[in-house]
């Protein structure tokens, strides 16, 4: 990541299966996205909803990486499952609810993987940044931000989308910062302007959420795009990217 | 305004004399702005604040729009200034602290003048498009919504910029609905690609603060752009507005 | 008000008829308040609410007042309603909406009856002191403010009720500062509790919705006491504040 | 913890030194306290801030505990240091940056000593009740909650203390629940009225920061009470308990 590159990374939810996760990623690749998201440890706020499929969800990704080629960007949620993403996972994501869960922080600041870091439910952006020093002061300096919406008093959305986070970061730090209008807006029909306007104000990619059957997805369904969305929204992203004199990288093409 | 058309309204916070408002209004059509702000009743927080120049900004205003044909848009803060503003604007603005003062609602519903109505500090969507249904109800369906940004616990920026509110109401209402990034942030360096963020999310129209001297200025000097940044905005404005298929509206040639 | 009388004002969210009105005086009294809310003007989110019985309203609650010699607490919505609150009031409110609607404010800055400020629904408590000052400033120092509270990301009540507020202001300024349960909570079983509380904080009054009726009432229903509760609360509410050295005033005797 | 008890807790955030902690434990004991706080592992929002004695502070608190016979309190910070909390604490805390990381809360909910879990900083009192479910659905069945405050926009106080949650933890749940107004107010004088509100809302005890000499406090210094004030404090609560029927129990004799 860096320079003028805006990098598109997409993918579902929660891994669910072999067949669902290949397909997805089939799909990422083919619309020309960068990486491919997808859980396989997931935090929820009861403990009755599905959990994920832990680390057979992590063998599945590493299986759509094969195919595809594409990296993968994937959570860990304590030190134990930091270990096995690590062996997996291209980039560690530390959620939102994770984001002053200092052990996590140290422990992954102390792999050599890059880390994507979740601005907490209601954190401020100062709190985004000093989490990031607890990862960047153990010796991992590959931190990239995310905007993902915080807490509000509308019901109107999911979270409140804070793109303006975007131009604050890039003033006060060198990390790069990317936003995730999937959980930003958390309504399918909002995820593409969003994302197009996370663009505009200057974000270094963007992360969203697809499905090839959103209506029966385990996790976030509401929220995912159908697959002709998500390449009409990469093509959306392309135009608006090359107004500001940015663009998408080129799909890398064969295996990893 | 409807249509693909995004249109650019700048101008002052406040009147402050005619040499200013001239000269901002001068800044604005040379740019290619499409209409002209500035307060001459202002909601202070305080009553010790500069409270605008009244009656005299008005003529003011009326003066600015001989000179250079902009269109005028300027706030009323009651039901007795509703009846001057709208012997001179081409719009009247109610702001986001008048959101839910009925009876200026109503007022401004039985004039033939178009109204700007702000979001309020802590309105939500769905209390916004009630508001409108204030003014609609009395007769006057030519409203216009305006989000501004709203109050969250973050001090990085003054308000928090709620550009989804933009397919929001979009989805929800026929009305036009612009973005006011310069109270959205408070802060001139993230107006610009917070403006291009709101054009991106599919706004009908900015509303900008710019000064002819912002330092010099008598309200919100340090939200409000120099005059070459506000040219560099509806220049980058043409191209993200382009990007999605709309386009910023030719500035019109003569006077009134 | 001041000094260690804690004062307890009841009555229903609106007038709406004689029979009601007449009805909720006598259980405010009987139980022991000492004066009577009542709107005749309501501030409604939608136009299509209802919007009280206006000048039938304050009639109706001079009736009630000569009738059970409480003093009347009622709300003024604009500049033409609050010369006809002043009229029949004993004590103007201007409502959380209307906090920073100023042309209100110096309106009834210029008269001589006391004004319940309340908090606007996103206003820090340096705003409230602000928007007093409005008041204060035209020659009015019969200030009262209330706090009832505020916008929260939760909707586990209906507002965010910031008791905390309480002894800020009594830090910060000389007025007096009572706290709404009704709106701070919108829950009827909380607001026993949250009254208390607000007494224990130090609040120099409490504002109680209470209706003979409450399955029945135009407004706020679900947010009503019933009449044995009111007649409770101002039980309990009385342990508290000899608890800390205070006490609700007896209610008068005789009519006004 | 149950029935009619109000519990008061009390102690420095931080533990420091043998002298500082077996001197608040003193003060907390004469004045009347009921168990001792203190923190061992901080969770600190920068890296660089003072993060606590570690191992060595959790022996000074059981010094303390073997000279006076309060229980302790502590935090836990991830599964390892909750191995050691749980070897010397009498009840394992949980900080608000932590409600929501499951794996912890799995970890306590496998361990036999109580669990005092507090509200994240904009956690929903549903997401609340749903982490304290991970805890129980592992078979630990002492959870007790606590309110400390939640983000707001309003930087007049710290945090926005929602006492309300108290009556609304008991309408919906059988765990008792506890309010801390240190954190829930960040300011040492408003701590005072704030535990007497939270005890006339019905809390089922109050956790109170006090130091022994609050100006030197390695952190939250400003929110401390001093000893004087924490034995003014006891006195008032002890009060207004007694005002809704219910009390603080008796000091503990003798040593652990």
Redesign the interface.
Known sequence: MGGDAVVVIGGPCSVESEAQILSAARIVKAAGGNALRGGAFK??????SFQGMGRKGLELLALARKETGLPIVTEA?????AQMVAEVADCIQIGA??M?????LKTVGRMKKPVLLKR???A????LL??A??IL?EGNDKVILCERG????????RN?????????VH?LSHLPIIADPSH??G?R??VI??A???????ADGVLIEVHPEPDRALSDGAQSLYPEQFTQLVG?LR??A???GRSIPPAKTGTA
């Open positions: 935090p929820r706020s009861s403990p009755y949620m304590d030190s134990e499952g609810r994770n002053q869960n200092y052990s996590l907490g439910m209601a401020t952006i100062n709190e000093l989490s020093e607890y002061a915080v807490r509000s008093f509308d019901p109107a959305a409140m989308f804070d793109l303006t986070a975007i131009p604050i003033r930003g807006t309504l029909d909002k302007p969003m197009r306007a996370a663009v505009a104000a200057g959306e135009a608006v090359a107004a500001i």
